[in-house]
């Protein structure tokens, strides 16, 4: 089970073409990227609408931000209001100021 990008159409086979990116192991129960430097659309689309000058530095605030959710993960930091309070962080002050908040922050009690 897996996520793809749809990259075209070929209307020889009438199908549509696709690039595996994400790739689930039910043995360990793990998602693994496997798009690095191979996502058309992270590349020509979504780097270029962030402002990305380098289209590949897409990939290294993609590995970021994936980090600071598993650290989140990690701190059980998993509530919706925890999650919800430290992203306004992110977007109000700064990624730095998030990311330090992440290693700080008192979850929300559910019990």
């Known amino acids: ?9 070929n209307k020889h086979s009438d199908g549509v073409l696709t690039r ?3 790739e689930w192991d039910p043995v360990r129960d793990k998602h693994y990227f496997r798009g690095m430097f191979q996502s058309h659309l992270l590349e ?3 780097a270029p609408a962030a402002g990305f000058a380098n289209k590949r530095d897409i990939y290294d605030e993609m590995m970021k931000r994936s980090e600071a959710i598993q650290r989140m993960v990690d701190r059980k930091l998993v509530h919706y209001d925890d999650v919800f309070d430290l992203l306004g ?8 100021a998030f990311s330090e908040s992440i290693d700080s922050w008192v979850a929300v009690s559910t019990d």
């Open 44 to 46: 020509n689309k979504i």
């Open 89 to 96: 962080v992110y977007y109000n002050r700064s990624w730095d």
């Open 1 to 9: 089970t897996g996520i793809d990008e749809i990259i075209g159409y």
């Open 20 to 22: 595996g990116m994400f």
